[in-house]
């Protein structure tokens, strides 16, 4: 009889399978920042080059991120790298009565 741990690895492993074998149709690209949490850290000195120890806070950071998931399979995948393009504006001449 199999662990309900191993059936769940195999069920982990059957999906990883099949999300390696679709060949994806993606759904639109939804913003999804995420948290990261920074620490900012500083030593304090005893002596004249012994640390003491380390002292700092931390503090949440808002990171930008992006999702998209395919309807084939349901893989969902992250990014945070953008790419800057530029978009030109067109003017156009439209009349205007007095």
């Not at 978009?87 to 001449?93: C, D, F, L």
């Amino acid at each position: 009889m199999k662990s309900e741990l191993e059936m769940l690895r195999e069920q982990i492993r059957e999906i990883e399978l099949k999300q390696a074998r679709c060949n994806h149709k993606w759904g639109e690209v939804e913003y999804d920042p995420t948290v990261k949490r920074e620490y900012n850290i500083g030593l304090s000195f005893q002596g004249s080059d012994m640390y003491c120890c380390y002292t700092g806070s931390g503090y949440d950071v808002k990171v930008d991120r992006w999702s998209r998931t395919c309807s084939k399979c349901g893989k969902k995948e992250y990014t945070t790298e953008v790419v800057e393009e530029q978009v030109v504006v067109k003017t156009i001449k439209k009349p205007r009565f007095r």
